[in-house]
């Protein structure tokens, strides 16, 4: 059974950091890409991140580059997300799913929902003073 377990949110002050983990199992990370999405109250779901777990590709939206980085743990089955410099507009849940890796490319911001599956269940991240 394919299954995303995503952790790591929780509140944080403006400037802080956060590294969200996406541990999957059911599966083998190496063959697939993983995404990261993020979905704010009354916005779209809307891609964060992506990684490409055979060859290591990374891609990123341009609201989060330079402050956000991806990594991948193939033995531990684990994607990474370090969110460095958040701001109030990070706020959002936090999803990763998996998907084929020519989904995983530089306009990953754009990436549609429908190609991504299975997700995980989030995680809350929220940036407040």
């Known amino acids: 059974q394919v299954q995303l377990v995503e952790s790591g949110g929780g509140l944080v002050q403006p400037g802080g950091s956060l590294r969200l983990s996406c541990e999957a199992s059911?599966?083998?990370?190496?063959?697939?890409?993983i995404g990261w999405f993020r979905q704010a109250p009354g916005k779209e779901r809307e891609g964060v991140s992506c990684?490409?777990?055979?060859?290591?590709?990374?891609y990123y939206a341009d609201s989060v580059k330079g402050r956000f980085a991806i990594s991948k743990d193939n033995d531990k089955n684990t994607v990474y997300l370090q969110m460095d410099s958040l701001n109030a507009e990070d706020t959002a849940v936090y999803f990763c799913?998996?998907?084929?890796?020519?989904?995983?490319?530089?306009?990953?911001?754009?990436?549609?929902?429908?190609?991504?599956?299975?997700w995980g269940q989030g995680t809350q991240v929220t940036v407040s003073s």
């Open positions: 990684i490409r777990t055979g060859g290591g590709m990374s």
């Open positions: 059911g599966f083998t990370l190496g063959y697939f890409a």
């Open positions: 799913a998996t998907g084929t890796p020519q989904y995983c490319t530089s306009s990953f911001d754009g990436a549609r929902s429908q190609d991504w599956g299975p």
